[in-house]
């Protein structure tokens, strides 16, 4: 399992123990640990990573999210693009840099679940 390292880079104490490997990223400035076996939800959140999700569960998390507003962008998928802007990090992930996938697939959720 991948995790972007956001606010420090990795270092004794500052990542989780662990058969790990690091690489560059785009969107992390400190890079992306890559562990063999997934961290539990307290490791993640005490080292303060964010877990890169696939796109498809990053989208769901933020169906999710849009409650019983969903019919209101099932009706006008056009603010969709909007309502993904705003939250795509407040589930505390990241799938893809490139908003234009999340919201596709935001959409193609809402769409078919109607």
């Given at each position: 399992?991948?995790?972007?390292l956001h606010y420090r880079p990795a270092g004794v104490g500052a990542v989780p123990k662990g058969d790990y490997t690091m690489m560059d990223h785009p969107h992390f400035r400190?890079?992306?640990i890559e562990y063999t076996e997934p961290l539990t939800?307290?490791?993640?959140?005490?080292?303060?990573?964010?877990p890169i999700v696939p796109v498809a569960e990053h989208a769901a998390l933020l169906v999710?999210?849009?409650g019983v507003r969903r019919d209101k962008y099932r009706a006008k998928p056009d603010y969709v693009s909007h309502f993904v802007d705003?939250?795509?990090w407040d589930d505390g992930v990241f799938s893809t840099?490139?908003?234009?996938?999340l919201t596709a697939e935001v959409t193609r959720i809402i769409l078919d679940d109607g």
């Amino acid at each position: 399992m991948r995790y972007g390292l956001h606010y420090r880079p990795a270092g004794v104490g500052a990542v989780p123990k662990g058969d790990y490997t690091m690489m560059d990223h785009p969107h992390f400035r400190h890079g992306v640990i890559e562990y063999t076996e997934p961290l539990t939800a307290e490791k993640v959140h005490d080292f303060q990573l964010v877990p890169i999700v696939p796109v498809a569960e990053h989208a769901a998390l933020l169906v999710k999210r849009m409650g019983v507003r969903r019919d209101k962008y099932r009706a006008k998928p056009d603010y969709v693009s909007h309502f993904v802007d705003q939250f795509r990090w407040d589930d505390g992930v990241f799938s893809t840099a490139d908003i234009s996938e999340l919201t596709a697939e935001v959409t193609r959720i809402i769409l078919d679940d109607g």
